[in-house]
């Protein structure tokens, strides 16, 4: 039904990762061993290093501890109690290139013409696998990119525009109770200028994850976030969605549950944002 291989393009935005990599940058500090990070070229293929879901395929040598790995690992319970999603053991392989350069051609030559990312996942029919390089933004990218990993591992069929949202809603650190302050300021903006109006039916029906725009995955996020916090028992909504979802059956609107059960969903998705704002 969808993209074959399925990939979802995860957004290279230089500004995504700022807050969350620096408080990371320090744990790398204190977790890496002596030696580790360094790069080890022959391990990449030779030596994967299965922890939980998550098999890591790295091409420098990874800490034996650190809070990152915990963090991801930790992440499929967390996706599966906030959803309500049954999880799977379906194998994860994250792909991790200590150089940008090498991650690049790796990626380019196992997937010709994809558009350049800073971080991607993909399911094929064989396995479902990120890749991504080490840089200033590996937590927020790899958060992002194993969500969508334990996501299509447990939930099949699911919308672009909600798999998208998901995971910029699980890629903000632990504490933050998901909010994307990048997307929330994004929003708050674009509101402000007459730039964005809520418009869920539009999100619903994007179908290419190579064309999505910042507008796209913050709004994204949002409704992600207004159907989690904005009220007791409206994320019903959404679990209920999910659970409703069939392989080989078409998803219906999330849209038309919603409507059915919110007043005016764009007004009310709007009050939720100036309720983060405050
Ligand atoms: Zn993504």
Same mark, same amino acid.
């Given at each position: 039904m969808r993209r074959t291989p399925l990939i979802t393009a995860c957004f290279a &935005?230089?500004? &995504? /990762?700022l807050g969350a990599c620096r408080s990371f940058n320090s744990d790398r500090r204190i977790d890496l *061993?002596? $030696?580790? =990070?360094?790069?080890?070229?022959? /391990?990449? &293929?030779a030596h994967p290093v299965t922890v939980g879901q998550l098999v890591f395929h790295a091409d420098f040598i990874l800490p034996s501890e650190n809070r990152l790995i915990d963090e991801l690992v930790a992440e499929r319970q967390l996706i599966s109690d906030r959803l309500r999603i049954a999880t799977s053991d379906r194998q994860i392989h994250v792909h991790l290139f200590a150089d940008e350069a090498d991650f690049k051609r790796h990626v380019s030559r196992r997937f010709p013409g994809f558009p350049e990312r800073r971080a991607i996942f993909v399911e094929t029919d064989r396995e479902l696998a990120v890749y991504a390089s080490w840089g200033e933004a590996i937590a927020d990218d790899l958060r992002h990119e194993v969500a969508h990993g334990y996501l299509h591992a447990s939930v099949p069929n699911l919308p672009l525009w909600l798999d998208e949202g998901l995971a910029e809603y699980f @890629?903000? =650190? *632990? $504490? &933050?109770?998901?909010?994307n302050r990048m997307h929330l300021d994004y929003l708050r903006g674009q509101l402000a200028v007459g730039g964005w109006r809520p418009n869920l039916p539009r999100l619903e029906q994007l179908t290419d994850a190579g064309a999505l725009t910042q507008l796209d995955y913050a709004e994204s996020w949002l409704w992600v976030h207004f159907l989690l916090h904005? @009220?007791?028992? *409206?994320e019903t909504l959404l679990t209920g969605y999910l659970a409703s979802l069939q392989p080989g059956v078409p998803a219906g609107s999330l849209g038309d549950w919603v409507k059915a059960s919110v007043k005016d969903p764009h007004e009310a998705v709007i009050a939720h944002l100036r309720s983060l704002s405050k």
């Open positions: &935005l230089a500004m &995504l /990762a *061993r002596p $030696g580790a =990070g360094q790069k080890d070229a022959a /391990a990449y &293929l @890629e903000v =650190g *632990r $504490g &933050l109770d998901g909010v904005s @009220e007791a028992g *409206r």
